[in-house]
């Protein structure tokens, strides 16, 4: 991830399966997307001399971006296309004879690569692939419209946050819709997503193949804190923990002589949220963009009278906590198949969304159509569990 910690998360997921008594079945793969290259024999004496592994100039790699690898350029897509087509193989030809499902789990930054990826991907889309991610800092838009004003107070609007109002922004789609944000390219891409730039046919097959991709997200309660924009009203309660120095405060926000903190606890020194247009305009914070999105893929796959989307989303308890998020009744069901009991998600009002998909509630779902969009539905794994994690700070 950003903070090249992959090894630190690869020992998180490991304990998180031995936690649930899954060890014994369960492979831990983290993928290394860092900023430096090893020398092969650094990874292994037997490897040849003069080979090296890949590596990335800066954090492209969370949107598809190419290696610099002098042994050839590949994108981070491409990366993990492989290692699930390489597991799948592998089942196929009996090396892995029991493996049931691939799940790959992304937080933050891994989690802005793995819902990219899902998009993009038609690896997503086999048979027992599934894409669990957590507390995005932003999320690819599929057209111009945008949350309305009322869905992105600066503030926290709470886990029970819906949107139902969508329109287009002023301005230029280039100051708010550029790829990572939506769809619109005026630049270089990488290699992977190139085609489909100038094949319009290509993003129109992905747009009608996402709602198969089995993508899952999971939210922070109060992972609500926007350090770097100006009128921000930081909830007091998460936004302001001791023991903490975090920087860039641009507008030094503080309580008590402590500054602001918007990537706590992964960080007690970095305020890493994205404060840009793009991010913004997709609501002010972690939470509440989450919640945003669900409601938005729901509202675009109704209107648009294609392919029917139900979002699969929990909440769990913490901020912008991965250890909290992989530790959550509703990774443990989606990953290990282990059902956790919830009370059903109660419904506000007539032809209303359903409140919660949080820890409190079971998820509930309808059919889809134009004039009732509800905002959840489940894909419940079942099998030996297989864990692939992209993991960031």
Known sequence: GLGADSNAYFCDGVEIAADHNEAASTLTM?????????????????LPDGSESISWSSSSWLTGGDSRSSTGKYSSFTVLDKLVFMLEEHMRNGRLPNLKQISIAGFSAGCQMASRWAFFSSAVGSAGVQVVVSDCGSYLYLNTLRPAPECTVTRNSGPDHKCDSFGQPDGNQSLYNEYKYGLYFTGPTNSYVHPFVINSSLTIAAIDAFPSSHLRF???????????????????????????????????????????????????VDNLADFRLGGMLQGSNRLQRGLNYVHYLQYFYAARGGPSYKASWGLFDGGHDS????????????????????????????????????????????????????????????GDAFMYSVWDA
């Open 30 to 46: 983290t993928p290394w997307f860092g900023n430096r290259s090893v020398g092969a024999k650094d990874w292994d004496p037997k």
């Open 218 to 268: 999971l939210f922070g309660k109060a992972d609500v804190c926007m350090c770097g924009a100006a009128g921000m009203e930081n909830d007091p309660d998460y936004c302001f923990p001791t023991g903490t120095d975090c920087t860039p405060n641009y507008f030094q926000f503080s309580l008590n002589d402590v500054l602001c903190c918007d990537t706590y606890p992964d960080t007690f």
């Open 323 to 382: 250890a909290a998020s992989w530790s959550s009744p509703f990774f443990t069901e989606w990953v290990f198949g282990k059902k956790v009991a919830k009370p059903p998600c109660p419904w506000k009002g007539e032809d209303s969304n359903i409140i919660g998909g949080g820890e409190e509630c079971e998820p509930t779902s309808l059919p889809m159509s134009r004039a009732s969009v509800p905002n959840m539905g489940t894909w419940l794994p079942s």
